[in-house]
Structure formats: C-alpha cells, structure tokens
T-cell receptor, first 113, second 114 residues
C-alpha cells in the first residue's frame, strides 16, 4: 500500500536547527516536495528533490534518498516566522496516472524565543 | 502577477445541499488541482484538470466532481453534502502539472456543514 509519515510536531528555540523527516512507501515514486503553511494561510512551495542528495535554498535544505524511501527538510537559524506546518509531498507517475501529489499529515514546527 | 483566486472564502451549508466552489489559476497555468484539508489529515488530493480534461483523480466519492473551462478556470461541486465534508478546500495551479513543478495554492474556501 501507500504511506507517508512525518512527525506531528517539533519544538525548537530561535537560532536552532530542526530536521523534519519524511518516510514514504509508494509505487511510481517520482520526487519529493516540501510545502510550508502558516495558520490561516495557503501552502507555499519550498523545495523539490527528484534525485538523491541535498538541495539548498537559503536557510532551508532538503534531502532525498530513494533507496531508503526517505527524505528530510532542514531548517537552519530558526526564526519566529518559521513557526508553521510543513508538509512533505510524494509525487508519483504511473502508466495510468500522470503526476499525482500525495501529502503527508504535516509537521507543526513551534519556534520559541 | 495575480495569484490563485478562490471564491467564496467562506461558505455555510446544511446537510443534503450542494455547493460549487470556484478557482481562477495564475495566468498561463493550465493545470488546476483540488485538495481537501482537515485538521490532522493533511491535504487530500481530489482531482486535477489540464486543458479541460480530468487527468488525475483521488479517492473521493462521486459526490465530488469538477470541471475546467477553456480559460483554465475551474469549479468543484459537492452534492448531497455531509457533515464530514466540512473542510478547507484548496485549489492549486501550475504550468502543466507534473510533480516536479511547484503548486501555487489559493487561500482556500472554508466550507462548514450544519
């Protein structure tokens, strides 16, 4: 079957580093995306990993290991504005399904002073 | 450039009624996807439209349907509303769909069923 797991909540202090893990089990895996959503707001795209390795975008980095069906989002130099929900999303492509995104349940990141 | 626009922002309905939600994608985007978001459930994929054709479908009952117009605007319809349909419905657009393209989300329509 298909599954996508990420922690429900992570708390850290300003300036710290947080890693949000995402493990998946799916057929037709194509890539892994990350989205951020503030309370009451729309999800916004953060990063995409189609190949194994690390992608860096400013304070945020994302990693993928296809062989381990695992990825993570790394948030460095945490700021109060980083308090939000973070979703990993598995992209799949099969012969009968073009480009589907399956989202995880989300990780609530709480940044404290 | 205007973002994804969803209307209405809030909607209150009663069980058994039907509802239509609207989504205007970013200009030039031809793929529109719909998601249902409930607390603790993340975003559940409903369907995706591309060039007026449904290209992908999630695991929702037939009460949930949609369509896309020639200008890429999309509508989603839910018939015979149930209490469990209370949720935030999000629309997202991208150039051509595909999982390697960023999805641009609207602010959503919050639907409450009484």
């Amino acid at each position: 079957g298909q599954s996508l797991e990420q922690p429900s909540e992570v708390t850290a202090v300003e300036g710290a580093i947080v890693q949000i893990n995402c493990t998946y089990q799916t057929s037709g895996f194509y890539g892994l995306s990350w989205y951020q959503q503030h309370d009451g707001g729309a999800p916004t795209f953060l990063s995409y990993n189609g190949l194994d390795g690390l992608e860096e975008t400013g304070r945020f980095s994302s990693f993928l290991s296809r062989s381990d069906s695992y990825g993570y989002l790394l948030l460095q130099e945490l700021q109060m504005k980083d308090s939000a929900s973070y979703f990993c999303a598995v992209g799949t492509m099969t012969t009968d399904s073009w480009g589907k995104l399956q989202f995880g349940a989300g990780t609530q990141v709480v940044v404290t002073p | 450039k205007a973002g994804v626009t969803q209307t209405p922002r809030y909607l209150i309905k009663t069980r058994g009624q039907q509802v239509t939600l609207s989504c205007s994608p970013i200009s030039g985007h031809r793929s529109v996807s719909w998601y249902q978001q409930t607390p603790g459930q993340g975003l559940q994929f409903l369907f995706e439209y591309f060039s007026e054709t449904q290209r992908n479908k999630g695991n929702f009952p037939g009460r949930f349907s949609g369509r896309q117009f020639s200008n890429s605007r999309s509508e989603m319809n839910v018939s015979t509303l149930e209490l469990g349909d209370s949720a935030l419905y999000l629309c997202a657009s991208s150039w051509e769909g595909g999982v390697n393209q960023p999805q641009h989300f609207g602010d959503g329509t919050r639907l409450s069923i009484l």
